[in-house]
């Protein structure tokens, strides 16, 4: 599993594009980094598996984070959990962060990414 977590996050420095959709995986990107798709596609199951984790750790963000969205006005920092914020922490959910480029851990950063897509294309319910 860690191999297969070292050739996810190579894949993702490259800026390849790796998704499940249900129990096909996906990996797009330039033809040049072919090489790195084909050795993910060779542990499809062990990716799927990671990536189905992560979805995990990106939907209990994500449902955090809709109630602190208002009806109406500016939308404030979105977390996951109420921590304090500490260096080399998401301060978001105080999980270490890979990069200092960010404040944040990449799944809450997806997390609110999704929360502010669905306000935008407003199919939060009344
Ligand atoms: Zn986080």
């Given at each position: 599993m860690e191999r297969v977590a070292a050739a996810l996050a190579e894949a993702r420095a490259l800026g390849l594009e790796v998704r499940a959709e249900a129990d096909r995986l996906i990996v797009r990107g330039?033809?040049?980094?072919?090489?790195?798709?084909?050795?993910?596609?060779?542990?499809?199951?062990?990716?799927?598996c990671l990536l189905h984790a992560e979805e995990t750790e990106v939907v209990w963000r994500a449902a955090a984070m809709r109630p602190?969205?208002?009806?109406?006005?500016?939308?404030?920092?979105l977390q996951a959990r109420p921590i304090t914020a500490v260096d080399g922490a998401c301060l978001s959910c105080g999980i270490p962060?890979?990069?200092?480029?960010?404040?944040?851990c990449r799944f809450c950063v997806q997390a609110a990414?999704?929360?502010?897509?669905?306000?935008?294309?407003?199919?939060?319910?009344?």
């Open positions: 330039p033809r040049l980094y072919e090489p790195v798709a084909h050795r993910l596609l060779a542990d499809k199951p062990a990716v799927l602190q969205c208002p009806r109406s006005g500016p939308i404030p920092l962060i890979e990069t200092t480029r960010v404040p944040r990414q999704l929360v502010l897509r669905e306000i935008r294309e407003s199919i939060r319910g009344p």
